[in-house]
């Protein structure tokens, strides 16, 4: 069964500081997988995006990995700030289909002054 | 943000009733999307449209009636509704139908009483 697992469920830090979410997903085939980051209130906006072959990618403060050998994925969030505070959700895509997206569940994150 | 919007942004309706929810993409996108959140669970994909073509119904029950009059435009027709309906509904477009990146509108908070 195609699932992503995110953990964390939760965590609060203080600004400043540095944190790390995980992804562990059981797609197959596997096509991309995706961070996007949700404000309370908002919609989801794409933070990073990597294939098979891409092991780490970055946007700003945002460095994502990906280990395709044993199916994990990471958020590093650097030198946090308070608008950092929003749930990081982790998408896998399925190789071979138009539209189907794994959804995880998502971590919350709280940042604190 | 302002690429994919939604009204209303809350709605609070009767089981009895009868409402549209309403998405607007400013992006050019040819595939829209309805998605359902429920609290500390993956977002549920509803619907998927292609040029104004549905071309994904994930088991959803009719009392939800999807409508694409055109590629900017995507309805969601509610009527007689149940209390676990009750969640975020989020519009998203993407250029094409695929693994492409898709852009949220904000979403509307549905509470059905």
């Known amino acids: 069964k195609n699932q992503v697992e995110q953990s964390p469920q939760s965590l609060i830090i203080l600004e400043g500081k540095n944190c790390t979410l995980q992804c562990n997903y059981t797609v197959s085939p596997f096509s991309n997988l995706r961070w996007y980051k949700q404000d309370t209130g908002r919609g989801p906006v794409s933070l990073t995006i990597m294939t098979f072959s891409e092991n780490t990618k970055s946007n700003g403060r945002y460095t994502a990995t990906l280990d395709a050998d044993t199916k994990q994925s990471s958020l590093h969030i650097t030198a946090s700030q308070l608008s950092d505070s929003a749930s990081y959700i982790c998408?896998?895509?399925?190789?071979?289909?138009?539209?189907?997206?794994?959804w995880g569940a998502g971590t919350k994150l709280i940042i604190k002054p | 943000e302002t690429g994919v919007t939604q009204t209303p942004r809350h709605l609070v309706m009767g089981m009895t009733n009868k409402k549209s929810l309403k998405c607007e993409q400013h992006?050019?996108?040819?595939?829209m999307y309805w998605y359902k959140q429920s609290a500390k669970k993956p977002l549920e994909l509803m619907f998927v449209?292609?040029?104004?073509?549905?071309?994904e119904n994930n088991s959803v029950p009719s009392r939800f009636s999807p409508e694409c009059p055109n590629s900017s435009h995507l309805f969601l027709h509610l009527h007689t509704l149940q209390p676990e309906d009750s969640a975020l509904y989020l519009c998203?477009?993407?250029?094409?139908?695929?693994?492409?990146?898709?852009?949220f509108g904000p979403g509307t908070r549905l509470l059905v009483l």
């Open positions: 998408v896998v895509s399925v190789e071979d289909s138009n539209y189907q997206l794994i």
């Open positions: 449209y292609s040029l104004e073509e549905r071309v």
């Open positions: 992006l050019g996108h040819n595939a």
């Open positions: 998203a477009s993407s250029r094409t139908v695929g693994v492409e990146t898709q852009y």
